[in-house]
């Protein structure tokens, strides 16, 4: 089965622009979770989708971060403005509903 | 909410020598761990993973973790590493509602 896609593969941005994410889950899953990982930590959840309703977003900086799920496939991230503390990889992450998922390559950003 | 320590944030092995990464998670109940592998550039790979039953858990690339309820850990063994396991190694944990909590990670270097 074709991986989780995910573009672009990295983004280089100056602060207060916008910048927005693509994800393609595997086909069939319902869950899609986008996850960001700073530097020298573990990735950390920021938006959880069934379908196309939002299960978590409790750690989604809503004042700059959005996301969403149309039709209930793939999905779209978006940061405006974005900010230095912004920079870091976005993993998008899809799962059936079992346990467990599987995660994209990623898209690294760049703030400068 | 749970939580998981990696304690050694950088750790350097000779090719062929044994390795073991460690995991402590906290969590109520039984867990679902995880170890998943970061190669520069790339996406998580799962390596293997935990339900219930055998507390030894065989993977991908060689890799086994063994899961200790006593000690709250679920460290990552090989026995002989080589060159192409130099990674960022990341241990998670299920959280309710088939979210990961991720640790730190910690980065493996092997010397030749």
């Known amino acids: ?112 | 909410a749970q939580s998981v320590t990696q304690p050694d944030i950088h750790i350097t092995v000779s090719e062929g020598a044994s390795l073991e990464l460690r995991c402590n998670y906290s969590y109520g109940a039984t867990p679902y761990l995880f170890w998943y592998v970061q190669s520069p550039g790339q996406g998580l790979q799962l390596l293997l993973k935990y339900f219930s039953g055998d507390t030894l858990v065989q993977g991908i690339k060689g890799f086994e973790a063994e899961f200790k309820r006593s000690q709250s850990s679920f460290n990552l063994r090989k026995p002989s590493v080589h060159w192409s396991d130099a990674a960022e190694y990341f241990c998670a944990v299920h959280e309710y509602g088939n979210k990961l909590v991720f640790g730190a990670g910690t980065i493996l270097r092997v010397k030749s």
Do not use: M
């Open chain 1, 1 to 112: 089965e074709a991986g989780v896609a995910q573009s672009p593969r990295y983004k280089i941005i100056e602060k207060r622009q916008s910048v927005a994410f693509w994800c393609n889950p595997i086909s069939g899953h319902a869950t899609l979770y986008w996850y960001q990982q700073i530097l020298g930590q573990g990735p950390k959840l920021l938006i959880q989708f069934q379908n196309n309703g939002v299960v978590d977003d409790s750690q989604l900086p809503k004042d700059r971060f959005s996301a969403e799920r149309l039709k209930g496939v793939d999905s779209t991230l978006k940061i405006q403005p974005a900010k230095l503390e912004d920079s870091a990889v976005y993993l998008c992450a899809s799962s059936s509903g079992t346990v467990g998922y599987t995660f994209g390559s990623g898209t690294r950003l760049t703030v400068v």
